[in-house]
């Protein structure tokens, strides 16, 4: 049973609009969120993360929202940029304040964000 | 050289060959993963090293085998496998337990095809 999920596969966007993508998680010890982008041929690279503790992060024009009682976070791109056109990762960390390392990354399966000129 | 580099970036092999993927990481990171991406699946963790002692192994295949001679490099054995083990192989670093800072590294990946 999957425990992160982002439940659309692809997203399509209009540069210069905002792109939120969203992701659930079912297990409520996740303390610790994380996302990702990948471009093809290239390996996941980090984005932005939130702990449990906050509910926003903001980082230029990617702010993550953590909605810890309906298990939901979200990522939203500002004004969306063509290169901005990847694959989007959710993932959640276990107990990270006690010593969880990140074999306790959970992922979820991706969204393909396109966005379009 | 930086960051998390992988070698073949691609691999074509039958499934009575021999073959293995290699990982380096320059990054002085003492903890490596490898993952496996397959269509429409989340990543999936299959093996991780902390100062190189494997930590965790979730329930792989033998016919996948890792090896970790050193902190920066990392191997993957492939012996005998399927046509669904066609995947793009993931290898990865960090700090291992360093709480807050718990993001990995990720290398471009090795795309397998099992014929």
């Known amino acids: 049973d999957q425990q992160v999920k982002q439940n659309s596969p692809s997203l399509s966007v209009q540069e210069g609009r905002i792109s939120i993508l969203n992701c659930d998680y079912t297990n409520s010890m996740f303390d610790y969120f994380l996302w990702y982008k990948k471009y093809p041929a290239e390996g996941p690279t980090f984005l932005i993360s939130i702990s449990s503790i906050k509910d926003k992060n903001e980082d230029g024009r990617f702010t993550v929202f953590l909605n810890k009682s309906a298990k939901h976070l979200s990522l939203h791109i500002v004004p969306s940029q063509p290169g901005d056109s990847a694959v989007y990762f959710c993932?959640?960390?276990?107990?990270?304040?006690?010593?969880?390392?990140?074999?306790?990354?959970?992922f979820g399966k991706g969204t393909h964000l396109i966005i379009q000129p | 050289e930086t960051g998390v580099t992988q070698t073949p970036r691609h691999l074509v092999m039958g499934m009575t060959n021999k073959k293995s993927l290699k990982c380096e990481q320059h990054?002085?990171?003492?903890?490596m993963y490898w993952y496996k991406q397959s269509a429409k699946k989340p990543l999936e963790l299959m093996f991780v090293?902390?100062?190189?002692?494997?930590?965790e192994n979730n329930s792989v295949p033998s016919r996948f085998s890792p090896e970790c001679p050193n902190s920066s490099h990392l191997f993957l054995h492939l012996h005998t496998l399927q046509p669904e083990d066609s995947a793009l192989y993931l290898c990865a670093s960090s700090q291992a337990w360093t709480g807050l800072a718990n993001v990995l590294t990720f290398g471009a990946g090795s795309r397998l095809t099992v014929l």
């Open positions: 090293y902390s100062l190189e002692e494997r930590v």
């Open positions: 993932a959640a960390i276990l107990n990270s304040y006690s010593g969880g390392g990140a074999d306790g990354l959970t």
């Open positions: 990054l002085g990171h003492n903890a």
